[in-house]
Nanobody, 120 residues
Framework: VQLQASGGGLVQPGGSLRLSCAASGSIFGIVGMGWYRRAPGKQRELVAHITGGGTTNYAYSVKSRFTISRDNAKNAVYLQMNSLKPEDTAVYYC???????????????WGQGTQVTVSS
């Protein structure tokens, strides 16, 4: 199983970016999917998470600005980021708990990370 993230880049403050992450390989089902980020000199933190049923939760710092969504048919998760601030600058990682087979326990997988830089 692999997670491939894309969509990062350089954007001015107040701008928007959309991150995408697609899972591929032997996948029976995906339980939860989420996005984390690690800013320079800081620990990795949860940005947003979405369950298989569509329940979402967000870090306080991104509420009302970021929206997480998923497409179960495509095994994909997205993060729409609006009103970006310099403090959103970080490497963003997608994460998913994936069950490879019907009787398998979900395992935790990480994408390779995509850089988001918010600067004028």
């Amino acid at each position: 199983v692999q997670l491939q993230a894309s969509g990062g880049g350089l954007v001015q403050p107040g701008g928007s970016l959309r991150l995408s992450c697609a899972a591929s390989g032997s996948i029976f089902g995906i339980v939860g999917m989420g996005w984390y980020r690690r800013a320079p000199g800081k620990q990795r933190e949860l940005v947003a998470h979405i369950t298989g049923g569509g329940t979402t939760n967000y870090a306080y710092s991104v509420k009302s600005r970021f929206t997480i969504s998923r497409d179960n048919a495509k095994n994909a998760v997205y993060l729409q980021m609006n009103s970006l601030k310099p403090e959103d600058t970080a490497v963003y990682y997608c994460n998913a708990y994936i069950r490879a087979g019907e009787d398998d326990v979900p395992l935790n997988y990480w994408g390779q990370g995509t850089q988001v830089t918010v600067s004028s």
